[in-house]
Nanobody, 124 residues
Framework: QVQLVESGGGLVQFGGSLRLSCGVS????????MGWFRQAPGKEREFVAA????????YYADSVNGRFTISRDNAKNTVYLQMNTLKPEDTAVYYC?????????????????WGQGTQVTVSS
């Protein structure tokens, strides 16, 4: 069974930065594509960023492109989301997800395992 645990969320001011981490249990982490999604109150869960199994390919939502960076360390079974120039509209619960495929994808339905989420709140 694959388990994902997010950390690094919190309260930050407008324009600030946060780095989210997601630790993944299991020996086959390097074979999974990974993604970050978020869900704000009253809204559907939406794609944020994804990374291929090797880390060579990344994919971002337009709303975060240029501000957020996804990366992974396969030796540490961890995926990261560096978030810069944060805005109040970035406030949401952020979820890490793993897909049993090599290519990065924005499609929520392609992901097989999910973490519990970590709250990010950006004050204006």
């Amino acid at each position: 069974q694959v388990q994902l645990v997010e950390s690094g969320g919190g309260l930050v001011q407008f324009g600030g930065s946060l780095r989210l981490s997601c630790g993944v249990s299991g020996r086959t982490f390097s074979s999974y594509a990974m993604g970050w999604f978020r869900q704000a109150p009253g809204k559907e869960r939406e794609f944020v960023a994804a990374i291929s199994w090797s880390g060579e390919n990344t994919y971002y939502a337009d709303s975060v492109n240029g501000r957020f960076t996804i990366s992974r360390d396969n030796a540490k079974n961890t995926v990261y989301l560096q978030m810069n120039t944060l805005k109040p509209e970035d406030t949401a619960v952020y979820y890490c997800a793993a897909a049993q495929r090599r290519g990065a994808t924005h499609d929520l339905d392609e992901y097989d395992y999910w973490g519990q989420g970590t709250q990010v709140t950006v004050s204006s």
